[in-house]
């Protein structure tokens, strides 16, 4: 049988990314029903108009995206931009399946395993598990890729890795051994990562007093993209997901975006 029904899938996502274990800003897992039998999905970052109608012309039964729909203190109304997603999506029959925290957690193909991956990242371990600190334990902590190197050399090695340039603040001189990082918008966060003892802090995004603190501190801050640092969880999900169900057609589907 070249199809698994969605009820199938559901319970094997809950099963692997364990949503009841968070405090998200947005509903995990089925987000909008479509039909009950899946054979084609699409993966994505974000459930954008853009990847629906890209899910549309593939033929895709199901959408899996990190950044779904329905957060937390947004408009509830489904019109404008919300009314058009969502009535392509219907129209079409399509399932709109999202994970957020739950993915930049996960401690083999989640955002953060997936960045430290790509970054050559040595992970620090306890109890084999991963080093992590912060809320829900979304920061990750572990070593560059060489034994030291200067925040300058770190910045070009993100550069080179990840395809952009980062934002980033700090001294280019300074050496740095220590990292810890989170994928997305943890600019929050950053105390938390200083205060475990990182050289340097990794995240998607910078705001205003970031820089301050990054200065009174002396850590290297980089803000290398949201979408930059978010786009690999999806894909490890996705070859997981392939070896679990071969029979499934998988793609992954990259909308750029230079935030």
């Known amino acids: 049988m070249n199809k698994i029904t969605v009820k199938e899938l559901m319970h094997w996502l809950d ?41 549309i012309a593939k033929q895709a039964d199901a959408i899996i995206v990190h950044h779904g729909w329905f957060w937390k203190n947004e408009d509830t109304r489904i019109i404008n931009a919300k009314y058009q997603r969502l009535a392509k999506l219907i129209k079409h029959d399509i399932n709109l399946i999202a994970y957020h925290l739950p993915l930049d957690a996960h401690p083999l193909w989640g955002n953060n395993a997936m960045l430290a991956q790509v970054l ?11 080093h992590t600190v912060g809320r829900d334990n979304l920061i990750w902590l572990g070593q560059t890729p060489q034994d030291e190197m200067t925040a300058q050399q770190f910045n070009e090695h993100l550069q080179l890795a990840l395809g952009r340039a980062p934002l980033f603040i700090g001294d280019p001189e300074q050496r740095i051994r220590t990292v810890a990082w989170c994928t997305g918008g943890a600019q929050s966060m950053f105390e938390e990562a200083v205060l475990a003892g990182a050289d340097a802090y990794i995240t998607g995004e910078a705001s205003e007093p970031v820089f301050h603190l990054a200065r009174e501190y002396g850590v290297a801050y980089y803000g290398a993209g949201h979408h930059a640092t978010e786009r690999y969880g999806v894909q490890g999900l996705m070859r997981v997901m392939q070896e679990r169900f071969p029979q499934l057609q998988l793609e992954f589907v990259n909308i750029e975006n230079p935030v």
């Open 15 to 55: 099963t692997q990314l364990q949503p009841h274990l968070f405090q998200d800003y947005a509903p995990n897992g089925l987000q909008v029903q479509g039909k009950p039998e899946i054979k084609k999905v699409v993966f994505g970052v974000t459930a954008s108009l853009d990847l629906v109608e890209q899910a």
């Open 120 to 130: 050559g990242l040595r992970v620090n371990y306890v109890d084999n598990k991963p």
